[in-house]
């Protein structure tokens, strides 16, 4: 195993802009603006930031001057930019991170323009748009033990994230976030209101099954779809890439740090706190009768344990945990957490929203996967 680890963090920044490059008529051609939000995940040498500990800070106040240039401005006026798409925002701030800001091995850049709209460039330079739908349905699980909530009638308010690889390397403009409205309307339809258990292909409704069946039924029509994702409650889902299966579960643990390496004066140094906020990822093969990898339930069974050694605890009193930094504490718990669940592959922890630690089982290259 050669576990893989990245350093997060995120800029926001509130800009105008006008995209003259999509269709005539199109409301994205008329002077609008967002709230956009922008991430960077690295893999950063050891010695990288001015102390062991401090990459999440660091890293933090990079983005933050590499994205201030956009903030309250007009995004068709900024300097190489071009035609400001999502797409081209997310390979500007890499550029300008790249080359201004000294940040080496970037693995991902993320850039959300609405609350359901973004794009995800990858290592390869690919990028991913991706769009959230929302559909309101009931299903029972038919096959749980006897006694397992899911197996009554029940409802979530789901959400889809569709993810699609544009892979038009350089060049301005490629799908359109309509396109892909367009062909996810008709299963809105089909889904929305209704009982899933009743829909052919979705006799045993969980997560897993739903993000299978939508990647048959859209694939077809959107060749450049890369993953589906799958919400079925605000805290887990699975993913589904027309081969692998991968689920999280997320949870918030509200604990007290301090960074041992941390300048002298720094307030780092000192005991702080934060609601972390952690996903556990796992990656399993399909059980053929349940319909899933491994029980949402049973993970946080099984995760207890680990996750009360951290609750609500002085982290820094615990000798089996290196530092109170975003990558230490991940580090931690991916070892702790493979003990009781060996299909655990990730562990994000983040201390604010985009700003903390990923580290991976295994050097697989694609399992940065978005969610
Ligand atoms: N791997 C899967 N496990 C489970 C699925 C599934 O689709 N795939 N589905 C269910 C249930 O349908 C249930 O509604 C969701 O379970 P759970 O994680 O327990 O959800 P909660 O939001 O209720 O969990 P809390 O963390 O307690 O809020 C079960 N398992």
């Given at each position: ?35 956009f ?16 500990g ?19 401005a ?17 390979r ?11 940040v ?94 009743e829909i ?89 009768v ?41 580090r ?40």
């Amino acid at each position: 195993m050669s576990p893989r680890s990245f350093h997060s963090a995120s800029a926001g920044f509130e800009a105008a802009l006008h995209v003259d490059l999509l269709p005539e008529g199109h409301r994205s051609r008329r002077l609008h603006g967002h709230s956009f939000f922008a991430t960077v995940r690295a893999e950063l040498p050891a010695g990288w930031a001015p102390f062991a500990g401090g990459e999440v800070a660091e890293l933090q106040r990079r983005m933050e001057a590499c994205c201030a240039p956009l903030d309250y401005a007009l995004l068709n006026a900024v300097e190489g930019l071009g035609a400001p798409t999502d797409e081209n925002i997310a390979r500007w701030i890499r550029r300008r991170l790249e080359a201004e800001f000294g940040v080496p091995g970037i693995e991902q850049v993320g850039v959300q323009s609405t609350a359901h709209t973004g794009v995800d460039l990858d290592r390869a330079g690919h990028a991913h748009l991706w769009r959230r739908y929302r559909f309101q349905a009931a299903h029972r699980l038919p096959n749980v033990p006897a006694g397992h909530k899911c197996g009554r009638m029940h409802g979530h308010g789901f959400e889809v994230i569709l993810h699609a690889d544009q892979d038009i390397g350089e060049r301005a403009y490629g799908l359109d976030y309509d396109r892909i409205d367009d062909i996810w309307a008709p299963l809105h339809f089909e889904l929305n209101y209704q009982c899933l258990n009743e829909i052919a292909g979705l006799e045993n409704p969980t997560s897993e099954v739903i993000s299978a069946w939508l990647w048959r039924r859209l694939k077809p029509l959107l060749p450049e779809l890369s993953w589906v994702t799958v919400y079925e409650t605000g805290s887990c889902g699975a993913n589904f890439d027309g081969q692998n299966y991968r689920i999280w579960k997320e949870m918030t643990f509200d604990s007290a740090i301090r960074l041992k390496h941390a300048p002298e004066g720094s307030p780092l140094r000192g005991i702080h706190g934060y609601t972390w906020a952690l996903r556990l990822h796992l990656n399993a093969p399909l059980d053929a009768v349940m319909g899933w990898t491994v029980d949402f339930g049973d993970v946080k069974t099984l995760f207890d344990p680990v996750f009360k050694a951290i609750d609500h605890r002085p982290l820094f009193e615990n000798t089996a945990i290196d530092d109170g930094d975003a990558l230490s504490l991940a580090r931690w718990v991916l070892a702790e957490g493979r003990a009781v669940l060996p299909q655990l592959d990730r562990i994000d922890v983040y201390e604010t929203r985009g700003n903390g630690a990923i580290v991976l089982a295994s050097a697989r290259a694609d399992e940065l996967v978005p969610v």
